[in-house]
């Protein structure tokens, strides 16, 4: 489906809030294409800003890092999180379909998902994370996360199913900031079932009903190296996202998702 789609490119730009944006974009040097003897002014990175209508929306910044700078941040990640693979039970089943780790302010509610609930470890056991933290409310003017669930994908047979972030300690309209290293993946968001739909019936002839009378809504996203996509308002309640496998994704990818956990 065509997405009601905003761009907004270099210079002071109105984000999804009405605040501009002061981002410069993050990079370890001077940016491309600076003016030898100008002013030190480097572009700020494009953001795209999707309506999902009913009040959810999608803020996307394909360039929030430099390639530089993400594929040291990248390593770091890669060397030095105390990666971990859970079971977790998804619809009933076990699944163990990527390494996850937990950061989060101390004292804040334990979180729970999918059957799951990881030990939350502290900020000071890793400066960069707190370096990526500082970056992402720059970024994000009025943003305050106080917690980071971090995933990484070894290979295009990771993934993660379709789900929302949706539980009761983020609130009713979470800001997730979800930065992204390494291998290029889809991020793929559908519009949850209504309650009638749901009501509808279950089981295989119910979800081909379902889906001839209405094709379910579906954006997709690719996430490059050092993006940072952000999801505002409704989404939780009324979409899904997921990452799919994808065979041909043959190297790791490692994502953070910047969470505010209501205290
Ligand atoms: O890897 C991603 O881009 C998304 C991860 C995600 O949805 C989550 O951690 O809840
Ligand atoms: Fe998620």
Not at 9 to 22: E, H, I, R, V
Not at 128 to 145: M, N, T
Not at 226 to 251: C, E, F, I, N
Request: a positive charge; glycine letters at 8%; proline letters at 8%.
């Amino acid at each position: 489906m065509a997405s009601r789609l905003r761009l907004f490119a270099a210079g002071p730009t109105p984000g999804a809030d009405g605040n501009s944006d002061p981002n410069p974009g993050i990079s370890g040097k001077a940016a491309a294409g600076e003016r030898e003897g100008g002013a030190k002014r480097p572009e700020p990175p494009r953001r795209e800003v999707t309506d999902l209508g009913g009040g959810s929306e999608v803020v996307h910044l394909q360039r929030f890092v430099d390639r530089e700078k993400a594929w040291e941040w990248f390593d770091y990640l890669d060397k030095t999180i105390p990666w971990n693979r859970p079971e977790l039970r998804v619809f009933g089943r076990t699944a163990q379909p990527r390494d996850v780790c937990y950061v989060a302010d101390e004292g804040l509610p334990d979180l729970k998902y999918s059957g799951h609930q990881p030990h939350a470890h502290s900020w000071d056991e890793f400066p960069v994370l707190k370096d990526i933290l500082k970056a992402v409310h720059e970024a994000l003017p009025g943003s305050c996360f106080n917690s980071l669930l971090l995933n990484r994908y070894k290979t295009g047979a990771d993934y993660v199913s379709w789900h929302a972030d949706d539980e009761p300690l983020y609130g009713p309209t979470p800001e997730i900031a979800s930065v992204s290293f390494g291998c290029e993946r889809d991020f793929v968001l559908r519009k949850k079932p209504t309650k009638s739909q749901a009501a509808s019936g279950s089981g295989e002839a119910a979800r081909k009903r379902l889906k001839l009378a209405a094709p379910q809504q579906q954006h997709s996203f690719f996430l490059k190296h050092g993006s940072l996509l952000v999801m505002r308002g409704y989404t939780q309640r009324d979409w899904q996202h997921s990452v799919p496998k994808r065979a041909k994704a043959s190297s790791p990818r490692i994502n953070l998702t910047f969470r505010h956990v209501l205290t």
